[in-house]
């Protein structure tokens, strides 16, 4: 329990450079009745009442007690199901009169009264799920279902949250209540009252939320609304504190980049395009070469990175400096071009001076359109021009909308629906996202009901058979402990924590299966990524056809079940355009941006499969029901007809086109038949971004797409993985704000919600993005909450050996297991042996055997190394590592590749930094020496690296001392650069990168900012000591 005391507005608590606060311990004491006969104590089996008062960082201060319950041998719980519970601290309510006297002379003991001024107390994490197995179920019985006090039969806890006035004996000198309190000990009239409150704390940046450019534009120029970072706050008092937070971190995150596009738009630069340069170039697609000035790349190169990153569209603006216009006169599609003397024709006709030069590839568009004109301008003067800079953040900030009280049904109130239980659950979800508890929801006291008044539900099917079919994808120790976890899920929520390696997201798709049996089978997935959400629709097609096979196994033809329609969607002109490209369409010259679209499960996917096209495989009678309805859609007119012989290669491309325009199918006639299969599906996944549509307050709702359409009309449940990777609004965009039932998985020690503006700073040294601390992910914040989470606690992917230097370094408190076919005597962990053996024996390095039955990382300690650090972006490159990785990785493929036919697939180079990253693609790309890894997937940054597993994985960290560890020294980036791999894992790097920083186990990064490195500093030293770390000499040549 606690109650404010608001906090007292000092210098920089809101505008300042650093937060201001104080506070103090809690304090053990005895809660009283008004004649002073104890309620509640520490010596009442267990049960602990504290008086505290805390005055945290840009919080609300406040002053009241909480309860502390026995909860046993927290293994004990999980074992029965319950699962973990993460506590966090409470926060605020209302104002009250605080009195101290003291009471005898024996003693020293103080009488603590606290009278409340209006209203109940606020209860902070009341109604939260609990267990204790081990010795107190009467606990269960007083919280959740408002029994009598065990050890006080005449009260209950619905009696206590009902008082207006409590006493607490206090035990202590008096200078713990001085301590304690900041009040004067003397009492020189037998009282000591606290002062009056003051103002209680605000972000200070309004009550608006809806998306406003001006709004935001004056709030990022304006000097009163700068300092320092706002602390992270895992609790709000209210729903405009919790809208505030989320919002304005991701509008804080773009309004620089904003900014930078704006006056970027506005520079009018030189540009020519040499036509003996352009000679091999298709159509109208042109290199445009562009003249700037010496700040260019420092003032703009990092906005333009983000965009680029972020995939918006670029446009060259040209500009007739003769004519009698300063507007544009010409808008086309744009690409630029960030290595072009590493492209012909540039490399061999003329040196592209990169300080004063920039390449834009440009496609002159033969007809005019809405975004593009200017059809046979040839341009001397430019512009560029990122079109719609805001797109993500408008998005963004309307999911955030979704959390006030205003905000209408999202999705749409169906008409099955209650409405008084869709209202209930609006009120829940708010109060779950707010992280303060569930006191409102709880029973009168003169009810008699429940205290704790949350949904639960159990996702355990009735059909016992398919609960075992679905059991078996569960290991075996597990499932008596999982089966008690799914059987009462509090709000419909299931939260997944795990390490890599330990099944996450198969444990995720086992629950979303149980999920869809029994609410509704109709599912939704989504992750932070297009790898994570392509990587949870396979894994959910197949464990799901595995159960279904397994359930239908010996069942009559009659009682069998069909194979779920899993649908992974795309956007509908990137679907379209990947479907054309797939079938051979002649390529048309234009610039587009990289697209993401991969066949697997698309609806083209399945187009393909009806059509019986080669590109896919067979259909089988489990496909009967959705083939018969695609064919009868396609089939049967002179469009789909004709479709259908150029998908089965009856016709050639030219051939197709001479058909003419009325009888071949056209984008809308193909988006018909998409919108077919997205409403056969039982389970679409999308990311967050295609889920966007106006909710309005009233008239029909309008979806932009089918994915949008099966969302907000059949959904029926949620499923996210990689939920420690996003941020809350990508949660709200596909959960909406019903309460739908809801499965979450991720691991909180990887990598954490994306902020790239995390260390920007204006000109006067205040920070671009106040609420970058409060970037917490949505499955952070609901284990902060205190809600049961499951953990996966055996480890299926790495060799046995492999994650015991993570586990030691981050997950010491799970107690974790190898599943047997981790041993690495198994027959598919060979290459895992024959590499240990080759580095200690030809690979030339004096390396200790790992201990007997485990294999163990390797760092390579290139010693000497030289890093060269872009002044701009900070980024670094070091060639002497690269060199040193590549060569023993070819030298191995070289000495194996007979033995393991697709072993060069079986390998990752990754790499902290982009530069690096750029270098390793650009050797393997120029040198011969390495042209036996070709065929090796590209070399990926660590952030690029979660859904890109390998056998095999080398880890370039290209620092040195000098440079200190840099991004490494982020402790969830190191702990995914050590779990990437399943068999092997070589670090190359300079040890001396670790020892240049300081003492006390921090460093200062390239943003001026001191970082721990005690977790970097640590693995070093372990890998020293098991004699795993050989140098070797820094060499280029």
Known sequence: MSQTLPLRQGPGQTKGSKPWMYGSKA????????????????????????????????????TGFRIRLPRG???????????????????????????????????????????????????????????????????????????????????????????????????????????????????????????????????????????????????????????????????????????????????QDIWWVVDKAEHLAKQRLSAYADWSVLAGCEGDTYYFVIQVPETFHATYQPAIDRLIKDQVDLFLLAFDIDGPTSEPVARWDAKLIEHPNT?????????????????????????????????????????????????????????????????????????????????????????????????????????????????????????????????????????????????????GLVLVCAPPGTGKTSILVVSSLAMWFTQGMKLFGSGPSHAAVSNFADRFDTIARRVIARYNKGLEEAKQQSNLVVVRGYHLQEEYTGLMSLLGEPSKPKVARPSRWALPLTPSFYILL?????????????????????????????????????????????????????????????????????????????????????????????????????????????????????????????????????????????????????????????????????????LARLMAHGLPVWRQRFQFRMDKGMFDLAQELFYEEIPLTYAPLCNVDAEDRELGRVFEKWVRTHAGFKLSPPRPGRHAPIFINVAGSTVVTDEITKSKQCLDQCVVALRVLAKFVRAHERQFGDLVRRVAVLAPYKANVELVNELLRTRSEYDVLKGMDRCRTIDGSQGHEADIVFLIFGTNGKTGPGFTS????????????????????????????RKDGKVVGEDGIYRKTRKLGDMCQMLRDDGRVATVPASTS
């Open 73 to 251: 041998d927290t293994l004990r719980n999980e074992e029965a199901g319950h699962g973990i519970t993460f506590e966090m601290i409470p926060g605020p309510a209302d104002s009250y009169d605080l009195k101290l006297a003291p009471y005898g002379t024996d003693k020293p003991v103080f009488i603590a009264t606290i009278a409340l001024r209006a209203g109940p107390c606020a209860i902070e994490g009341g109604g939260l799920p609990f267990a204790n197995v081990c010795d107190r179920e009467d606990l269960l019985g007083m919280l959740e279902n408002n029994q009598p006090l065990a050890f006080r039969p005449e009260s209950r806890l619905s009696d206590i949250m009902a008082m207006d006035t409590f006493q607490f004996a206090v035990v202590g000198p008096p200078c713990k209540i001085e301590r304690q309190f900041g009040l004067p000990t003397n009492f020189p009239n037998g009282v000591a009252e606290v002062p009056p409150p003051m103002k209680s704390f605000d972000y200070g940046f309004g009550s608006e939320f809806d998306f406003d450019e001006d709004r935001y534009a004056q709030q990022y120029h304006d000097q009163e609304l700068r300092g320092h970072q706002f602390a992270p706050a895992y609790q709000h008092p209210t729903d405009a504190d919790f809208c505030t937070a989320i919002s304005q971190v991701v509008v």
């Open 970 to 997: 982020n402790s969830n980036r190191l702990c995914v650069s050590l779990t990437r791999m399943r068999s092997v894992l070589v670090l190359v790097g300079e040890m001396d990168a670790v020892a240049s920083g």
């Open 610 to 778: 009806a059509l019986g096209s080669g590109e896919v495989r067979p259909s089988t009678k489990e496909d009967a029901r959705l083939v018969g309805r695609i064919q009868r859609a396609i089939l049967g007119n002179p469009r789909g007809d004709n479709f259908a012989k150029l998908v089965r290669k009856e016709i050639t491309w030219s051939e197709y086109y001479a058909l003419g325009e009325e009888v071949t199918p056209d984008y809308r006639f193909m988006c018909k038949l998409f919108d077919i299969v997205v409403s056969q599906a039982a389970a679409v996944f999308t990311t967050p971004s295609l889920v966007q549509v106006g909710i309005p307050k009233d008239g029909d709702t309008k979806y932009n797409s089918p994915y949008t359409r099966f969302w907000g009309e059949y959904s029926t449940c949620v499923a996210m993985d990689e939920a420690a990777n996003m941020h809350v609004h990508d949660l709200l965009q596909v959960w909406g704000n019903t309460l739908r039932p809801l499965c979450l998985a991720g691991d909180d020690k990887q990598l954490l919600p994306t902020v790239m503006s995390a260390n920007e700073k204006h000109g006067d040294g205040t920070y671009v993005n106040r609420f970058a601390k409060n970037a917490i992910s949505p």
């Open 343 to 491: 492209l012909e024709p540039f490399a061999s006709v003329q040196e592209i001076d990169l300080d004063r030069e920039i390449v834009v590839l440009a496609h002159r568009p033969k007809t005019d359109g809405r975004k593009h004109f200017g059809t046979e301008f040839q341009p001397n003067c430019v512009s560029l021009q990122f079109d719609d800079v805001l797109q993500e953040a408008r998005r963004a900030v309307d999911a955030c909308q979704r959390t006030l009280p205003s905000a209408p049904f999202c999705p749409p109130k169906r008409p099955v629906q209650d409405l008084e239980l869709l209202e209930h659950n609006q009120r829940v979800q708010r109060a779950l996202l707010r992280g303060c508890g569930f006191d409102e929801f709880r029973a009168r006291p003169d009810s008699g009901g429940r205290v704790n008044a949350l949904p639960r539900l159990s996702f355990v099917p009735g059909d016992k058979r398919l609960w075992s079919c679905l059991l078996e994808e569960v290991i075996k120790e597990d499932r008596e402990r999982y089966a008690a976890h799914l059987a009462q899920t509090p709000c």
């Open 27 to 62: 304090c053990e004491c005895v809660l009283m009745t008004p004649d002073l006969q104890a309620i509640l104590c520490g010596l009442i089996r267990g049960v602990k009442v504290e008086l505290c008062r805390r005055m945290p960082k840009d919080r609300t201060a406040s």
